[in-house]
């Protein structure tokens, strides 16, 4: 179940960059709010290994990977809602506080994985089997809708459909008619929400079941835009 709510504003010629006629003209911005629960959630994370040889992290690194992908199976998780990043290796150097040179302690790689979640009662599960394979760095969880085109677009038209009620009720107390659009300037707007970071919560949870409570309840979808009406 989706709400929607519509945020109305009025802005003078003068406090935008949108072009304006020279004739008698009113500027409203539109903006609408839809906030629904997400049915999908994307996980982020890094699995690392440090060794002494190159090889030895890469190999590492994939035999984790590949025991990941196999825990996920056994949920149902298949490869294709699975994208996994090639190796990064880069030596790791350790800094004595004395100012000595630093000392090459050995090779770190990593591999950045991403695991797309369809059912989010899963999520718990999912980040369990992640622990048991002593990857601690899981980096954020994101949520979002499968739907979320069609989920832009209501909010865009929403928040055109605001801009011109706004404008009819000004202009209705003003005595005035309002006339045609004369332009639209629109503001395309960012993420649908901010990710939840579960870096620490992973390492503090270790052992522990992660539960429900990880599921956001609820995402937005908001948009806004600004419409110049000719005023008759």
Known sequence: MSTLSLLPLLLSSTAVAIAVPDQPHLVTQGQSEIRVAPDMATLS???TALKPESRLAKE???TRVA????RLASLGIGKEDIDSGNVIIRPDYSYPKNG???RLVGYQAERQISVRLYDLELL???LNKILEQGIQNIQQ???DRR???ELRREARLAALTNARELAEELVQGAGRKLGDVYAI???PQGPTAPPRHLGVMAKMASNEALDASYVQNEIQFTDRVQVVFNLD
Do not use: C, G, I, M
């Open 100 to 102: 000595d040179a630093p």
């Open 185 to 187: 300037e629109y503001h």
């Open 124 to 126: 718990s599960q999912t």
């Open 147 to 149: 739907d979320a085109d």
């Open 45 to 47: 994370v890094a699995v």
């Open 141 to 143: 969880v994101s949520y």
């Open 60 to 62: 590492e690194v994939d």
């Open 67 to 70: 025991a990941l992908f196999s």
